[in-house]
Nanobody, 123 residues
């Protein structure tokens, strides 16, 4: 059914930047809010950012506000996460996910998930 394919992870020094991409299959991408989550070793998967269907509304967890930017290009079926001023505590596996018709920071509102990509920030 729906496939979410992620790219853009890697190793970066503290203070650096990375951009994650998530490309979705199908032609109904614009019908859904999208989100990014992350999971660090030994921790629960946590909400990072979300964006509404047309990109008009965004939401972020407090720890990334001012540093991360979520965006989407519906013509390309792609959602992005621009990560600036990275810190070692940002180290995690990052996942994109498809939400519902309305934006949400609740994990249970997402039904399809990307494969995950490792982001490692060295000090």
């Amino acid at each position: 059914q729906v496939q979410l394919v992620q790219s853009g992870g890697g190793l970066v020094q503290a203070g650096g930047s990375l951009r994650l991409s998530c490309a979705a299959s199908g032609r109904t991408f614009s019908s859904y809010a999208m989100g990014w989550f992350r999971q660090a070793p030994g921790k629960e998967r946590e909400f990072v950012a979300a964006i509404s269907k047309n990109g008009g509304v965004t939401d972020y967890t407090d720890s990334v506000k001012g540093r991360f930017t979520i965006s989407r290009d519906n013509a390309k079926n792609t959602v992005y996460l621009q990560m600036n001023s990275l810190k070692p505590e940002d180290t995690a596996v990052y996942y994109c996910a498809r939400g519902r018709a309305t934006i949400s920071g609740t994990k249970s509102d997402y039904d399809y998930w990307g494969q995950g990509t490792q982001v490692t920030v060295s000090s």
